[in-house]
């Protein structure tokens, strides 16, 4: 009898731990308010250097391309941001103020890149390169870390990441320009 009263009491207190567990695991992680400032200018650089390779453009059918792809990811980007303000603590008026120097940054590249045009073929390459190395380093470092932190959906998220490499790669595949040789 007294046995089978403590493994009543053992059985109790594992479905509280149970249930206190649970309770943990949907909770909504609060990100410091560091880490979306930093986030943020990250970003904000990631679209300066996509401004100014825009401003470099001298062919229209590519830069109508790149202007397509420069709204839908800052339009991406800024709900992004707006969903980690949130989420900190920042208030309403902190975050539009924020959100307003990012939504500046292509703009603002867009003046440089036309400034500079005429340039040497160097620095445009430069350009390019750096934009395309802050998107990386954000995508690497920032998202898909802070996405693969909870095991949730893992496989998943695993296998949309490694889709969209392929998908990527395939689109530049096909959209490879023919070049003639001699």
Request: charged share 15%; hydrophobic share 50%.
């Amino acid at each position: 009898l007294l046995d089978k009263k403590k493994l009543k009491e053992s059985e109790e207190a594992k479905g509280k731990a149970k249930a206190t567990e649970h309770e943990h695991s949907h909770e909504v992680k609060n990100l410091s308010k560091t880490t979306v400032f930093i986030l943020m200018l990250a970003f904000g650089i990631h679209e300066l250097f996509e401004g100014i390779a825009f401003g470099l453009m001298t062919e229209t059918a590519i830069a109508v391309q790149l202007a397509v792809g420069i709204v839908i990811h800052k339009t991406c980007a800024a709900v992004s941001l707006g969903a980690g303000f949130a989420k900190t603590g920042f208030s309403v008026l902190q975050i539009a103020i924020f959100i307003s120097l990012f939504s500046l940054s292509t703009p603002i590249g867009i003046i440089i890149g036309l400034s500079i045009t005429g340039e040497p073929t160097i620095l445009t390459s430069i350009f390019f390169q750096l934009s395309a190395g802050t998107f990386i380093y954000v995508a690497c470092t920032e998202i898909i870390t802070h996405e693969f932190e909870s095991p949730k959906w893992s496989g998943l998220k695993l296998l949309l990441t490694i889709l969209g490499g392929v998908v990527i790669g395939a689109l530049w595949f096909l959209s490879g320009e023919e070049h003639e040789h001699e």
